[in-house]
């Protein structure tokens, strides 16, 4: 008997979910639709937004992941290493589908699995049985160790617990262990991710030979076409360089016929070279300040870090400074992809100036945003950072006060896509700029969504397109103006303005 398994999408619209949403209803005896409505409206207009922002004990819709989440990304940015999570299962299986969902790539990390027992006692032996497990399932060269919630309430110590590992032979002397802290209710996914980072590059400690290089830290970096991208202008310059976490491959491999377990990665070689290289910079500053500190304080190295290229001028700004630290030109290739950015920029100006924008996502990429929207006549009206602090805060004024096309403009640290929903009701803007959580704004508001960041779990292969670097920012000026032109179309789909150039 042939069946056929009908999508989500045709199966609820049968007549016998229709009636069980309708009984469902019934039995939750909810308010009536009048009062739903009339309450839907209340919460667009002022005297809910008052309240609303002077909401404290919830937070709705809030644009952050929390800490081990990106300790396990750090992870994934090197050769043959397992991320290990010393803390429950279900976190892990979050982070793991958190990723999966953005990639539409299968994610290896590994749990201690701790449950009750482990909360009252400590989770020591479940780290030891997890190790010796993980190294006999897995093989991999390192380990790269993380916690949970649940571990940091009850104060485990990564540090005893694998060397006891390794004093009662649970795992080969020589593997690599590097371990961070990550208790998630402070911070955020950034947070963990520079944790993670620091714990990782603290396993290296031996200088060598000075190379004239430079280590690039690209930060949480979730485009592998960003991290390829900026290795290719890299090259184009004849830079010679090493990428620190670089998840490329590990978030972008072929498909083979096989599967392997660690697909790309910075080698170790190059991780333990690196401390010989001239300078480092990073590309994210917020989500690499403790990594940056150790590197200058330990590996006795000079560090800069750089504004998110994204834009005409930030980009500008990196090219110079590479080649003033590196003493090289930069080649003529990329200023003929400068000029083919600023003659698409021109071509598409008039439907980019004057557009209001909303900003949702990490600090990095917001202010990489804003610099994008100022240079080209954009007002970045409302600017939302969750997982933005006082320093996000400054950063964010100082961009805006140079520019005319920042007066006006409100900046939101800590804040969720609630308190946005509101700020959107009140001061309506043309575009969202942001991750595939502010479509519940662009349900809300009607205003035309731009999915930029991380996650994006609604559409595909956004990832695979750079943002970044004058290419990038010319991939993401399409985007932005396609957007435009797409909401025109659809709002003048029965008038006479229905046009078929633009
Ligand atoms: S916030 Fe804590 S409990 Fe929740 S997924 Fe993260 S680590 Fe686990």
Redesign the pocket.
């Known amino acids: 008997m042939k069946t056929t398994v009908k999508d989500h999408n045709q199966l609820f619209k049968e007549e016998e979910y229709i009636k069980q949403f309708e009984e469902k209803k019934a039995f939750e005896a909810p308010c009536s639709n009048e009062e739903v409505e009339r309450v839907k409206e209340w919460t667009k207009g002022a005297e809910y937004k008052e309240k609303n922002f002077a909401r404290q004990a919830v937070t709705i819709n809030p644009s952050k992941?929390?800490?081990?989440?990106g300790a396990v990304y750090a992870a994934l940015g090197f050769e043959k290493t397992l991320p290990f999570v010393h803390?429950?299962q279900?976190?892990v299986a979050?982070?793991r589908s958190y990723f999966s969902r953005h990639y539409k790539e299968p994610v290896p990390a590994v749990s201690t699995s701790m449950t009750e027992d482990a909360a009252v006692y400590g989770g020591l032996s479940n780290m030891l049985e997890g190790l010796e497990n993980a190294y006999a399932l897995y093989k991999p060269q390192m380990i790269a160790v993380s916690?949970?919630?649940?571990a940091e309430v009850i104060g485990d110590d990564l540090n005893a617990f694998i060397r006891t590992a390794r004093e009662k032979n649970k795992i080969p002397q020589d593997i690599l262990i590097p371990f961070a802290h990550?208790p998630?209710?402070v911070g955020s996914h950034i947070v963990g991710y520079d944790n993670m980072m620091k714990g990782i590059l603290s396993i290296v400690k031996q200088k060598d030979m000075p190379k004239n290089r430079i280590n690039v830290i690209t930060g949480f970096e979730t485009y592998p076409a960003n991290i390829r991208e900026i290795k290719r202008i890299l090259d184009l310059m004849k830079i010679s360089h090493i990428v620190l976490g670089d998840t490329s491959d590990s978030f972008d491999s072929p498909l083979t016929g096989e599967y392997n377990l660690y697909t790309g990665g910075t080698k170790l070689a190059d991780l333990f070279d690196a401390i010989n290289s001239k300078t480092t910079i990073s590309l994210m500053h917020f989500s690499t300040e403790k990594t940056m500190e150790h590197i200058k304080s330990e590996w006795l190295q000079e560090t800069i870090s750089l504004p998110y290229p994204i834009g005409v001028k930030n980009t500008d700004y990196i090219l110079e400074t590479l080649s003033k630290i590196m003493g090289l030109q930069i080649p003529e290739e990329l200023e003929m992809e400068r000029g083919r950015l600023l003659d698409a920029l021109i071509d598409s100006q008039s439907y980019l100036h004057g557009k209001k924008v909303a900003i949702i996502g990490d600090p990095d990429i917001v202010l990489g945003l804003i610099s994008f929207c100022l240079e080209v006549g954009m007002y970045p009206l409302h600017i939302l950072c969750t997982n933005g602090g006082k320093d996000f805060e400054l950063k964010a004024k100082e961009l805006l006060e140079k520019s005319s096309f920042g007066k006006g403009c409100n900046v939101y640290a800590g804040k969720d896509m609630w308190h946005l929903r509101s700020a959107l009701f009140e001061q309506p803007c043309d575009l969202i700029f942001g991750p595939s959580q502010a479509k519940f704004l662009w349900r809300d508001t009607k205003t035309p969504l731009v999915r930029v960041g991380f996650p994006i779990q609604d559409r595909h292969h956004l990832h695979r397109i750079p943002i970044i670097g004058y290419q990038g920012t010319l991939n993401f000026l399409i985007q932005v103006v396609n957007t435009i032109l797409e909401e025109l179309d659809r709002q003048s789909i029965d008038g006479p303005n229905f046009d078929l150039i633009r």
């Open positions: 992941a929390c800490q081990p989440l803390g429950s279900g976190c979050y982070f916690t949970t919630c649940m990550t998630s209710f």
